[in-house]
């Protein structure tokens, strides 16, 4: 029986079509699971299938009735988020039963009463933790177990919608949870199942959904597949070469080397970087590559290694120094990393270079408005006088100003954490291509770190892929998509590791 | 929207940003041409000489304090830093017979001493600095106790009243001495890269640290100058008085956060201007020499006054009310 329908669902963005007329059935009983690229449309799927977006066109049913149009019918979906978003500062049992009201308590409610009754739930869900226990002490496993056992209080739900739930749980716990998965679908419950990690997918789901681009490329029982399979469906076989942006002048000067860097995210992690060169940094999210590059820019500390910058060792947990020395990290934060929201476009320019801005008394009015609008012209940023207040710029051209006002500094390093997050496609070639640009001809060198594989394999000279932490191999620009998809996602990181030494 | 309409509203909307301390300013020469409508004493000399010089004290506070706000922190130890201050430069002078005009000087360092403690407090033990400095004006205030015996000290040198009673021309010195401190200030904030780095700080800690700025320095030193500023005023307040008393300064951290509110400076960081601070503390000011003035009941007294600070602060909410309202406009069209 199908629980749960979308018809014909079409979700537009600004400048993107989310999702693009996607039909998909869930079936009581069954496990389904989904896969797909970041970007590929899951995220959109699982918000209009849970209420929190309305599509531009196509319908949502649950139990054959119209949910866009009684709301309360998305009630029957139970979503268990991929972060965990419990309440640290209260008991096991108040987040068990939070909002109160769902979960049949009236009135006042009695601590006994829920402490009794959250007993049975945890028993099945095999979480080992005493129901007046805090939140907050509990282990990461038994939390990400705690949710799923929350969104499975409200008696009568239909769909249990997982969201990646096995990325904070030991292989020990994943296996509890996939006995529990399996007893809700003998319950007749629909299960949806997102994840990652093909090899839980074949062990788990009965059935597969691979989504690329928006589009919902393939659908097969899972008996009937395999893995080179379902990557081929991920990456679509033809590969799109059509624009390359990866730097053609890349020196051989070797001008970063990482040894043996271990920070809290991130174990081991060595690598080096060429002058004028684009290195593109590929994993997962959570996989430790923003951390990394902040842990050498200075900005969360680092356990262990050394870092050489120009042959000369690198100081470490100081940002103010590898601002100085050429190091400069754009971050993917940007509204509240990057820009000084507040202050005008002129000033958001002017605040790395201060000291060469400075006349008689002070800083120059005139010196700097100068600066701005050279940087206003050379990236092209929109916008009719430097004295706006950035954030009413657009992203793309916010990021523009944070690239322009990054070169003032004379950088030998550039780190760019997903630089084009929030931006349209347009503006998104023109960094491509300013990026290439400044590896170029400035002889700078380029980290890019990135969650879309396309733009990866379009701009990097060199791709490293991260995984939990780790190096899962090192390619070059031509390397299959496969291989690098593969050791994002964990599959064969033995295999790839022996070969990227 | 057209974009000619759209990049009008974005003029209005940095113009209201702008104007809380100009709408301000018009408020407060409103003020003042009520006030002397209604009561022929306001424009007396002597009232306004009062006047002045009770405002000084706030404004001065309220001058450092802005700082702070800037950074999107404050200081509740502002009162009995000036008091320990204030008490002890008049130890130096009664006590054990120091040259006044050192004990002064001696007694400036130690305010940027206690400022710079507080600082260090802060950013080291990566506190709060709300609390924190609940728990220092406790400290100081604790201090004031154990050395005076809750006793004010008396004898203080006829040498020095003159920077508290004293006047220059028409204008009292106090006031003078503020004057000169928002010079300096609206210098640093304005014309200085520390300045910019402040207002970085309050727009974005994690920005600001992102682009290389070194934010735990920069906070220490604006605690050590709001230290440094809380203990000038404290001992123009002990010349002004002729004695140090531990007293002094008890509704400065409230009054100084209130006049910096008043004057635009935006409590969460990274808006306003100094100068704010100073108009705001005429606003309270006014509004106590008014009551004073009009004969409010002694009981009353109190309470009309916060009533009237409560409105003058709601003013810049009410603007950002309408700047929000625009820019989801904006967004909308």
Redesign the interface.
């Known amino acids: 029986m199908k629980v749960l329908e979308a018809h014909d669902i079409t979700k537009l963005f600004p400048g993107v079509v989310a999702l693009d007329s996607v039909d998909v059935a869930f079936e009581a009983g069954r496990i389904h699971c989904i896969i797909g690229e970041n970007g590929a449309g899951k995220s959109t799927l699982i918000k209009c299938l849970t209420g929190v977006y309305e599509p531009e066109k196509g319908e949502v049913l649950i139990d054959g009735q119209n949910a866009l149009k009684n709301k309360a019918l998305f009630d029957k979906v139970a979503y268990v988020p991929q972060e965990i978003d419990l309440f640290g500062y209260m008991s096991v049992a108040e987040n068990l039963f939070l909002p109160y009201e769902k979960s049949g308590f009236k009135g006042l409610v009695n601590q006994k009463v829920l402490e009794e009754r959250a007993v049975p739930l945890l028993e099945r869900f095999r979480i080992p933790v005493k129901p007046d226990e805090l939140v907050r002490d509990i282990s990461v496993s038994s939390q990400q177990l705690l949710q799923i056992a929350r969104a499975t209080v409200h008696e009568d739900y239909e769909v249990l919608m997982l969201d990646e739930p096995t990325t904070s749980l030991t292989t020990e716990d994943t296996q509890i949870l996939f006995e529990i998965i399996r007893e809700i679908q003998a319950d007749n419950k629909a299960v949806i199942f997102i994840s990652h990690k093909l090899e839980e997918i074949f062990q788990l789901g009965s059935e597969l959904t691979v989504f690329r681009n928006g589009k919902k490329v393939a659908y097969s029982e899972i008996k009937d597949i395999d893995i080179p399979w379902v990557i081929s469906q991920m990456t679509g076989r033809k590969v799109i070469q059509d624009q390359r942006y990866c730097s053609a002048k890349v020196s051989d000067d070797v001008l970063l080397e990482v040894e043996h860097l271990t920070g809290e995210r991130f174990t081991d992690i060595s690598f080096h970087l060429k002058k004028g060169e684009i290195l593109g940094f590929s994993g997962l999210v959570g996989a430790g590559r923003s951390e990394l590059m902040q842990a050498i820019?200075g900005?969360l500390p680092v356990y262990s290694g050394k870092v050489k910058l120009d042959g000369e060792e690198w100081k470490l947990g100081d940002?103010?120094?590898?601002?100085?020395h050429g190091f400069i990290?754009l971050?993917e934060?940007r509204k509240?990393?990057?820009?000084?929201?507040?202050?005008s476009i002129r000033?958001n320019i002017?605040?790395?270079v201060?000291?060469k801005l400075q006349s008689g008394?002070?800083?120059s009015r005139k010196k700097e408005s100068e600066l701005a609008q050279e940087v206003i012209d050379t990236y092209d940023v929109k916008t009719?006088d430097s004295?706006?207040?950035i954030q009413?710029l657009s992203g793309g051209n916010q990021q523009k100003v944070i690239i322009g006002r990054s070169m003032c500094c004379e950088p030998k390093v550039l780190v760019f954490d997903e630089p084009t997050k929030g931006i349209d496609v347009g503006t998104k070639a023109e960094i491509y291509r300013l990026m290439k640009e400044l590896a170029e001809e400035k002889n700078i060198g380029i980290i890019l770190i990135s969650s879309e594989m396309e733009e990866v394999k379009k701009c990097s000279n060199r791709i490293i892929a991260l995984y939990e932490g780790k190096k899962a191999g090192e390619y070059d620009a031509e390397a299959d998509k496969e291989a690098i998809l593969s050791a994002i996602i964990g599959v064969n990181t033995k295999e790839n590791q022996l070969k990227s030494e | 929207m057209s974009k000619e309409k759209a990049?009008k509203n974005?003029a209005i909307i940095?113009a209201l940003k702008k104007s809380n301390m100009t709408a301000m300013g018009v408020i407060l020469i409103l003020m003042i041409i009520i006030a002397s409508v209604m009561s022929p004493y306001f424009l007396d000399i002597y009232n306004l000489q009062a006047l002045v010089r009770d405002l000084a004290f706030i404004g001065m506070i309220g001058i450092g304090q802005s700082l702070l706000l800037l950074i999107g922190e404050l200081d509740l130890s502002v009162g009995k830093i000036a008091s320990l201050c204030g008490i002890l430069a008049g130890m130096m002078m009664v006590n054990y017979g120091f040259n006044p005009y050192l004990s002064l000087v001696i007694a400036l360092i130690l305010g940027l001493v206690f400022g710079a403690i507080n600082g260090l407090i802060i950013t080291k033990l990566r506190l709060n600095s709300m609390v924190a400095t609940i728990g220092m004006q406790g400290v100081y205030g604790g201090i004031n106790l154990v050395l005076t015996k809750g006793k004010a000290i008396t004898g203080i040198p006829e040498s020095i009243y003159i920077f508290g009673k004293g006047n220059v021309g028409p204008i009292p010195i106090p006031f003078i001495f503020t004057i000169i401190v928002l010079i300096c200030v609206l210098?640093l904030v304005?014309?200085?890269?520390t300045g910019?780095?402040i207002?970085?700080i309050g727009?974005?800690r994690?920005?600001?640290?992102?682009?290389?700025?070194?934010v735990d320095r920069i906070r220490i030193m604006i605690y050590s100058i709001v230290g440094f500023i809380s203990a000038l005023a404290g001992i123009l307040y002990v010349a002004r008085l002729g004695s140090s008393q531990s007293a002094i300064g008890e509704n400065w951290p409230m009054n100084s956060i209130a006049s910096s509110v008043i004057g635009g400076v935006s409590l969460t960081g990274?808006?306003g201007n100094p100068a704010g601070a100073l108009i705001g503390a005429a606003v309270i000011s006014i509004i106590q020499n008014m009551i004073v003035l009009f004969g409010v009941n002694v009981y009353w007294q109190s309470a009309v006054s916060g009533i009237v600070v409560v409105i003058a602060i709601s003013f810049s909410s009410i603007s950002d009310m309408i700047r929000e309202r625009k820019q989801r406009k904006?967004k909308v069209n």
């Open positions: 820019f900005y940002t103010n120094y590898s601002v100085k990290y971050p934060e509240k990393q990057g820009i000084l929201p507040e202050l000033e002017s605040i790395s201060l000291e008394i002070g800083i009719p004295d706006k207040a009413f | 990049k974005n940095s210098f304005k014309k200085t890269k910019r780095y207002y970085a727009n974005s994690e920005a600001a640290k992102i682009l290389g700025i070194k990274g808006i904006i």
